[in-house]
């Protein structure tokens, strides 16, 4: 895996799917989104959600897929393990100490994780050389960001997208589907309620 900007070497472990460490990691889940309320969530997704997420997003073959917020790297786990073994998946997620737990985690030639701003998705994707990609996978809460970057992230990820190509954005409240509506040909919309809390997974055509 290629890792850029890397920060100082981590003092923390980060091991949410490894037994006994399950309840470190949640606490250290905890205290990240204490200190960052752009996690948006108390918790890693459930492996219901994550399910759901990865039969809307089918992965399986892909060759370029994007993931924005990869967190603990719940779903990233599932879209490695899915998609080609010539593929390539660019996780972008803002938050340093889960950049930082994800640099030591995934060790995938495949994966090239970037510490940014999704919102900056053309540009990075750009530097990365990724275009028609097959899909793209959401878990950064659009609700923070304010309606102007909203837009704009939608129409950057709809040109990124190859024709056929899916947008799946899990999130809590429906707000987003409208905007989908209006960049998107096609929107399928799926509630799963075993998660904390419940997130809808909408499915967005290109
Ligand atoms: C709700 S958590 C989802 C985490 C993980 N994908 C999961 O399913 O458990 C949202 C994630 O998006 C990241 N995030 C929020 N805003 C972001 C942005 N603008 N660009 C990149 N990552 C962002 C947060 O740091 C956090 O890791």
Redesign the pocket.
Known sequence: MTHRRSPPPPSWDFSLEDGSEKAHGLFSYLRYFWD?K????IT??SRY??GRIIRAAQPEGARRVI??????????RQILRRMSKEGRLLA????QK?FVALSRRFHDPRMVLRR????LIDQIASEEGLSSVDAVIS???FA??PAPSRHELLKKTAALLKPGGRFVA?QITLHLVPLLKKYFRKTNIEWEVRNIPPHFVMTAYK
């Open positions: 960052d752009a996690i948006a969530s890693p997704s959600l994550v993931e924005y917020g990869p967190g603990a790297g719940v779903v990233t972008v997620e803002m938050n889960f940014d701003d999704a919102r878990g950064i809460p923070f960001l899990y």
